[in-house]
């Protein structure tokens, strides 16, 4: 016979979670923007996973992925700590995983550069006069 082991429990706030195993998996969370400041003990931002996580009073963790807090800043009610580390978890850049190489390599690039620039000096020179 096979054994299933499925823990359901729901949290105060009206939200789920499903255990299996010792892993949590969230059914639903609350909106960021219905956490009141006095709900709320701490907040984290993590860059490698894009999330924010929120830790409560009362002990538990709500751990927001992009699709669950991007529209989120734009909330007039949202916890301003909860604003904050929404914007340390948002990218600014992406690195390339292949960096971009110029043709003929890069004493091409060093050469194309030092003829750019001896163009911009004779353009600069021309204005002044």
Same mark, same amino acid.
């Given at each position: 016979?096979?054994?299933?082991?499925?823990?359901?429990?729901?949290?105060?706030?009206?939200?789920?979670?499903?255990?299996? %195993?010792?892993?949590? !998996?969230?059914?639903?969370?609350?909106?960021? #923007?219905?956490?009141? %400041?006095?709900? @709320?003990?701490?907040?984290?931002?993590n860059? *490698?996973?894009?999330?924010?996580?929120?830790?409560?009073?009362?002990?538990?963790?709500?751990?927001?992925?992009?699709? /669950?807090?991007d529209?989120?800043?734009?909330?007039?009610?949202? /916890?301003?700590?909860?604003?904050?580390? @929404?914007? #340390? %978890?948002t990218?600014? *850049? !992406?690195? !390339?995983? #292949?960096?971009?190489? *110029? @043709?003929?390599? /890069?004493?091409?690039?060093?050469?194309?550069?030092? /003829?750019? !620039?001896?163009?911009?000096?004779?353009n600069?020179?021309?204005?002044?006069?």
């Amino acid at each position: 016979m096979l054994l299933r082991s499925f823990l359901a429990f729901s949290l105060v706030g009206g939200f789920s979670w499903t255990a299996s %195993a010792g892993v949590a !998996v969230r059914d639903s969370l609350p909106p960021m #923007h219905t956490l009141r %400041a006095e709900e @709320i003990d701490s907040a984290s931002a993590n860059h *490698f996973s894009d999330s924010v996580t929120v830790f409560l009073k009362n002990g538990n963790t709500l751990v927001y992925g992009p699709e /669950d807090w991007d529209m989120e800043r734009y909330e007039p009610t949202l /916890d301003k700590r909860l604003l904050t580390e @929404i914007r #340390h %978890a948002t990218k600014l *850049f !992406v690195r !390339v995983e #292949h960096e971009p190489e *110029f @043709i003929g390599g /890069d004493s091409a690039w060093s050469q194309y550069i030092a /003829d750019w !620039v001896k163009r911009v000096q004779v353009n600069l020179v021309k204005t002044r006069k």
